[in-house]
């Protein structure tokens, strides 16, 4: 067995926690401090493309500015040599224990107090970037973290758009940038994402907490995106009797196809699905409520 690399002398990379198209995330070792870290590495034969590691590096800035326990941190960035003297960035961010929601999601849905509850969350984390000027453009179950105390974290902004940065949602080849299934009309369209993108992906996200799949399913990424420009998903209720009127209001706004007619704000989004989540039955209230004050 090889022994584990170590990057910038500090850094040791330990086993593979996912892969993606643009880079590959180890858990790691801060041999100076002494502590777990999770170290992503950009894939080598992205390294050679400076737009990419611009972009790169602009995640790293960009959630470095969003101080929030919803958010995942970043502690260090980087540059390693490989043995083919390719320069190889890196970012070392905060370790987050626990699962993803996509992992949550393979035994189906979630009960309605606990995807309440990782909903305000991930509505949370997206108030204070939204506040920051920070679109993620890329909100979906395996973005999203439950660590063992219950807890969201929203991580990968690898994709995000800051400021000025004029939005597209297309990399320079026309590739769309995000997943089909969580995808806004506007992106679809090859538009510019502002917060209300966000907020359709994120009303993408409760639809599957609450029902074990996405809005709009297909063959293939194309037929997806045209049903996310074209129709409406099938309401919440038909797929679980006990979900309320107000809930699938709430659905219903969050993934209008005009971004006018959306929620204007996380916050905004966060308070209708609580007023909805309160119209259900005592039993469901409660734990409801307990499960968002937890």
């Known amino acids: 067995m090889n022994s584990p690399r170590v990057l910038g002398g500090r850094y040791e ?26 170290v992503k590495v950009l894939h080598a034969d992205l390294a050679r493309d400076p737009l990419v590691r611009s972009r790169f590096r602009r995640e790293a800035q960009t959630v470095a500015v969003l101080d929030d326990p919803r958010i995942v941190s970043v ?8 043995d083919g003297g390719a320069v190889i960035p890196f970012i070392v961010m905060e370790h987050v224990a626990g699962q993803s929601l996509r992992a949550r999601l393979r035994d189906g849905a979630l009960a309605l107090d606990e995807a309440v509850a990782h909903q305000v969350g991930v509505l949370s984390a997206l108030e204070i970037s939204h506040r920051a ?15 063992p105390e219950g807890r969201i974290k929203v991580v990968d902004f690898g994709i995000a758009r800051v400021g000025g940065d004029p939005g597209s949602t297309a ?90 007619t959306r929620f204007p704000s996380a916050r905004s989004f966060r308070e209708a699905l609580l007023s909805a989540a309160r119209s259900m039955t005592p039993a469901d209230d409660a734990r409801t409520t307990a499960a968002v004050a937890a």
């Open 13 to 38: 990379l330990r086993e593979v926690l996912g892969r993606g198209g643009m880079a590959v995330v180890h858990l790691g070792r801060d041999l100076r401090l002494g502590r777990q870290v999770a």
């Open 75 to 82: 502690h260090d960035v980087g540059e390693h040599v490989d």
């Open 133 to 147: 000027g920070v679109i993620h453009r890329d909100i979906k179950p395996a973005n999203v973290m439950v660590t």
């Open 171 to 260: 990399d320079r080849t026309g590739v769309l940038l995000g997943t089909a299934a969580y995808l806004s009309p506007e992106q679809v369209r090859g538009g510019t994402a502002d917060a209300r993108s966000d907020l359709y992906s994120a009303g993408c996200l409760l639809y599957e907490l609450l029902t074990g799949r996405p809005p709009f399913v297909g063959d293939d990424a194309l037929a997806v995106a045209y049903q996310h420009v074209h129709e409406n998903p099938v309401p919440v209720s038909a797929h679980r009797r006990e979900v309320a009127p107000a809930l699938d209001a709430v659905l219903r706004r969050a993934l209008a196809k005009d971004p006018g």
